[in-house]
């Protein structure tokens, strides 16, 4: 089974309403690996499995929307962010490049 691994480029998040979209959120994330479609699922409910679309690299992949705020964080103030996607397992990492301990964060 294949891995799909890349550097995220660009992103966009988006918030639905009214009621009958049940007040979902959603990122989409661009990159070498293809596209991913973040899901934002309420905390209280199980979450789908992760899955690829067949014949091409595009990904739906969920989390509970208590997550939606670390995962923007990492967007907003992380670099580089990859995406990994295995489809033995349709596992998903999202995660930063190596930064040394203890560094700071610099005020703009």
Known sequence: ????????????????????????????????????????????????????????????VYYHTSDWDALIDLLRNEKPVHFNYYEANNSVQIYTGTEPVGEEENAP
């Open 1 to 60: 089974m294949a891995t799909h691994f890349g550097i995220i480029n660009t992103y966009f998040a988006n918030m639905l309403a009214p009621k009958p979209y049940g007040g979902k959120r959603l990122m989409n994330l661009n990159g070498s690996f293809g596209k991913a479609i973040v899901w934002f699922i309420p905390d209280n409910s199980p979450l789908p499995d992760n899955q690829k679309h067949s014949g091409e690299n595009v990904f739906d």
